[in-house]
Each structure stands twice: as C-alpha cells, then as structure tokens.
C-alpha cells in the first residue's frame, strides 16, 4: 500500500465571503484597533487625508501685506488687538507672497496697479484664495465711471469673497473670513461623503 | 492793495482783469505776453509754484498758477484763457523749475501745450494713451488698460484680458 503523500504547498485555504455587517467589520479588523485602543485608553479620529488638509489650510490663512487704497485701514484694525484675526490663525501678514496664501484687495484697483496686483497673485503658490474687499475692488464702486479704474478686481483674477462695504466694518470682515473658511472646509472628497459636519 | 491789484498797475496791458478766486487774488493774463508777467511775478517775491491746473469749459481752456510767496506769506493766482482746439502757452520753466513735472502732467490730463518745455511728454499714463482723460470731449467708450509689456515697460492695451506679459 502505497503511502499518500499530500503536497501541502497545493492547499489554499479559502476564506469564508463576510456576509453579515458584523462579520464585514470583523473582516476589517477595525474592531480589534478600537478595542486596541480602547486599552490603551487612547482615542482614534477618523477623517479623510483632503478634510485633514483643509482643516490645516483654513486654520492657518497667511494673508500677503498688501493694501491699495483706505480699505488697507480697515485691515489694520481687523488684525489688532480688539477685532483680532489672530482666533483665526491669520495674524501672521506676511510680507512676500510667495508664502502667503490668501490675498485681501484692499481698496481701488487703479488700471496702472491692475498689472501689479495680477503679479503680485501669480507670485503666490498654491493652494490660494482671494478676498475682495470693499466697492471698489468688487465693482469699481464710485470710480466706476471713471478712466482709470478697473470694473471690479474679478476681471483680471479669480475671486472667492466679496465683502460688501465703503469700507467694510472690521466685523464684515470677520463675517467674509468666516465664509472662506466655510469654503475652504467644503471643498475635496470628504466634503462630498459628509465628513465636513 | 493785493498782489493781482498790484500786477495790474505795473503792466496794465498785459493783465486782462483782476479778482478773486477761492480767497486768492486772480490775476487774468493775456497768453501773448504770459512769460513776461511771470517773470515780473518772480521779481515780486512769488517763489514757490504750487500747483498748475488746468480746466476744460468747453469752449475755451483755462490754465490757473498757483503761487505762494514766502516772505511775503501771500498767494496768487494767474490765470490764462486758451483756444480749446489747439492750447499752447509758454512754458514756464525758465522761471519754476517745479514746473517741469506739474506741465507735464497737466499735458498729460487736459492736453495743454507748454511751448519751451524740454521734455513734454506724459508722466501719469503710459505713452500712447489716446485722448486726454480731463478733456469734455473724452471718449469713454474705448476702455484702455495698462500693461506691462515684455521688457517690463507699461503699454497701452484695448484688451484686458492679458495684463501681464513680462517674460
């Protein structure tokens, strides 16, 4: 009689499909890192990578130092002490674009300063936004009929927030950062499944 | 007796009228003879020029000279009477050397001609703007931009849609 050998190297141990959500979980082994976890007495986040970058992103809006007419005022005193964009990690004004990632138009935008401002926004790298702020860079504002004056600062670059005003109040301001960071928050994959609530 | 009352005694047939404009003296003076009364002007101790305007009234073109004398704490103000279609008065530049940039400029927004100035060409808006922005008769409906051209320098564009073409 002839000893059988088995070949055990042929033997593929097959796996059950999980069917059931409890076994779908288990598959996952997630449950297991939870109760890891949960001895450790530590807590687990869970998000998607874009939410966790734009949460990131909209903590910390670095605008670029520039001002162009008397709006330029009113950011001055929307980043002292009293109005304070620093609750939003935004105090930080840097003065070379290539680091900073939001830009406020502060004021007129003359035809002379219109090429500049197109530089000054090209210069910044992405991912960037733009605030315009005040009549003049939303529409022209009084100088709309005017030579020398550009029809609203969306013309030559794109556009997120406008906030209304001649100037706007420090607290308009307040209410157009916070709508940027609404924003900023829904945009990407996880905005999409609902992870942004 | 104010410094225009003044100028019009010593030289009656140059000076056309007297009065005042916005609490100065106004002197109104005849275009022919305007190099003249300014120098006349600077020997009364009028050393400072403020300020040239220029006024489009439709039919006829006005330049206003602002001037301040300090040591007598006075002001004064000439004023010339141009033909609208072709403005040119002399320059005065031999005399106030400020009066360089302000004829320039206010040959650039009103399109006044400055005869004797060195160097008129425009000083706000890039060369080869058409019209002169301050005239009635400015056309508003050709929009024009400025933009920096390839070598860096700004240039006059009808199209807005392409600002920047440094290399």
Not at chain 1, 30 to 40: E, F, G, M, Y
Not at chain 2, 143 to 166: A, M
Request: aromatic share 8%; net charge neutral.
């Amino acid at each position: 009689m002839d000893p059988v050998t088995i070949d055990t190297t042929k033997i593929r141990i097959t796996k059950r499909k999980p069917e059931t959500a409890l076994e779908k979980l288990e598959d996952t082994n997630l449950i297991n890192t939870l109760l890891a976890a949960k001895d450790r007495e530590g807590f687990i986040l869970l998000t998607t990578i874009d939410q966790a970058m734009n949460w990131g992103r909209l903590s910390s809006l670095w605008p670029v130092t520039s001002g162009l007419a008397c709006c330029a005022i009113e950011m001055m005193a929307v980043s002292m002490a009293h109005h304070d964009i620093a609750r939003f990690g935004m105090e930080v004004f840097r003065a070379s674009p290539r680091q900073a990632d939001l830009m406020f138009v502060a004021g007129t935008v003359t035809k002379r300063m219109a090429p500049r401002v197109k530089q000054l926004y090209e210069m910044m790298a992405e991912p960037k936004w733009v605030i315009a702020v005040g009549s003049c860079a939303n529409t022209g504002g009084p100088y709309r009929e005017s030579y020398c004056v550009l029809k609203g600062v969306d013309n030559i670059i794109p556009v997120d927030v406008y906030i209304p005003g001649c100037p706007p109040r420090p607290e308009a301001w307040l209410y157009g950062i916070i709508q940027l960071r609404e924003k900023i928050k829904n945009e990407g994959y996880g905005a999409k499944w609902g992870l942004n609530k | 007796m104010n410094p225009a009352e003044e100028l019009k005694y010593l030289l009656p047939n140059s000076v056309v009228s007297v009065g005042i404009q916005t609490n100065k003296p106004l002197a109104v003076i005849r275009k022919e003879d305007f190099l003249k009364v300014a120098e006349k002007v600077k020997e009364l101790g009028f050393d400072s020029l403020s300020v040239i305007t220029g006024v489009d009234r439709v039919d006829r073109i006005e330049v206003i000279y602002n001037l301040f004398s300090y040591k007598k704490k006075q002001n004064l103000a000439l004023k010339v009477v141009l033909d609208h279609r072709s403005p040119e008065v002399d320059s005065v530049i031999s005399i106030w050397k400020v009066a360089d940039w302000l004829e320039r400029e206010t040959y650039d927004l009103v399109g006044v001609k400055f005869n004797g100035h060195p160097d008129l060409k425009r000083i706000l808006l890039p060369e080869g703007w058409i019209g002169h922005p301050l005239r009635k008769d400015y056309d508003m409906n050709t929009e024009q931009f400025v933009t920096i051209g390839e070598d860096g320098e700004d240039i006059v564009s009808f199209d807005g849609s392409n600002l920047l073409r440094r290399k």
